[in-house]
Each structure stands twice: as C-alpha cells, then as structure tokens.
C-alpha cells in the first residue's frame, strides 16, 4: 500500500465558535499504480485532502503512512524532503517561474535532488520529449499557451521520477480539447505504472479515474468505480 490515512481531522478555531472542521475523520487507502480522482464541490475538503496527502499541510489529528513512512510528526524540512522525493505536482495555474525557460523550470526540482548537470540534462530532455515539448525548451511561459506551459508542468512534475503524481484541478485553465490532451498524458504515465491523484470538482474528469472518492463537508461519501459512485 502506498498511501494510508487513518481518522484525518483537519480543524481551524478548534474549540471557538468559528471551528471549521475541513476534514472530519477521513480514511483512506491508495495503492501503487492507482488511478484515484478525489472530487467534490468548492467548500468540500477536498484541496485540503490534497494538501495532507500532499505534504503541503499536517493534519489537527490521525496518522499518515506514506509508502511505509509515518510522516505525522515530521518537521517542515523533512516534508520538504519526502515531497519532492515522492511526489509531483500539478496545478490548475501551471506555476512555472515566467523568468526561466521550458528547459529551466523542469530542471529545478532535479536541481534541489542534486541531480548532477550531465544527469540533469537527460532527465529534463526525455520529461520534456514525454510530452511532446522538446522543441519548445528555450521558450519561457509568456511564449507558450496556457496547454503548452501546463505540458510543461508535467514535465516538471515527472522529471524526477516520483512514484505518485498529484493533479490539482489541472484541466481548469484549458479548452476542452487542450484539457483531454492532458488528462492522456496521465493515463499514459498511470500505465508506466505512476499512481496518479487527481483533485477536480467536474464530474466528467472524474469519469476517467479508475477509481473514484466523492467528499462532501469534510467526509468521504462515496468510494469506487465510476459506476459505483453514480458518474
């Protein structure tokens, strides 16, 4: 198993009268090489779902095992560390650097591995080729479209070979042809054998997972195959 949580609460103002619980006792189970979507409206939890799955955010309570590790009590910088081993992202707003290149923003996270330069080189070309932007490298994202700078987030994403890819909302931005571009670009890299988390609040994105987990007020409603959870 790769991912597990166990009674995830994530509560702000607990105890006040403002307390928002954003999770409210979630569990769950990811295993390597899943297709999972995590769907839900605005407001459901499910970006904050993410960000605990995602080690962005510690949760008020419960336990988190990633691929073996109890990552509970971490520090920040060992977050930080477990991150960009383990996990790539992507978001609705690509977040590349304006002021680097193609080639420049899939190469920083090789670059904070300590990845030599030789090794760099290879690693960024072929994420980049996997996507089908190798001729566009000395372009900086002011010069690409929104679906060219969000191929380039993947390459980012996947530059470092990590084992889980978390997509938050990564269609979002594009026309619906630029969007199913990139929705099979995942399912390429989910049949490399990449776990692939998607975060989205369209029903028909969600469609395309395996797996689908629905959350709703901070609880998971629903839990299966598209059919299963009613898409």
Same mark, same amino acid.
């Given at each position: 198993m790769l991912i597990a949580i166990k009674d995830i609460y994530k509560i702000y103002n607990e105890g006040k009268e403002s307390e928002v619980r954003a999770l409210d006792g979630v569990s769950l189970h990811i295993d390597r090489g899943e297709f999972v979507a995590i769907i839900g409206a605005s407001g459901s939890g499910k970006s904050t779902l993410m960000n605990i799955l995602?080690? #962005?955010?510690?949760?008020?309570y419960g336990d988190y095992i990633l691929d073996g590790t109890d990552i509970t009590d971490r520090s920040d910088r060992q977050l930080a560390r477990i991150r960009n081993k383990e996990i790539g992202f992507i978001f609705q707003g690509y977040n590349l650097i304006p002021a680097l290149t193609a080639y420049e923003n899939v190469e920083l996270p090789l670059i904070y591995q300590g990845v030599p330069m030789w090794k760099? /080189?290879? #690693?960024?070309?072929e994420a980049l080729e996997k996507v089908a932007m190798a001729d566009r490298w000395k372009h900086k994202p002011a010069e690409m479209s929104g679906g060219q700078q969000q191929r380039v987030a993947i390459a980012r994403a996947i530059a470092t070979h990590p084992p889980i890819i978390m997509a938050d909302e990564p269609t979002g931005a594009l026309d619906s042809k630029t969007g199913k571009h990139v929705l099979e670009i995942l399912h390429t890299l989910n049949d490399e054998g990449t776990t692939i988390i998607l975060i989205t609040h369209d029903n028909g994105i969600a469609a395309t997972a395996k797996r689908v987990v629905r959350i709703s007020d901070g609880h998971i409603v629903a839990d299966g195959t598209? /059919? /299963?959870v009613g898409l």
């Open positions: 995602g080690c #962005l955010d510690i949760p008020t760099r /080189e290879e #690693l960024v070309m598209r /059919e /299963e």
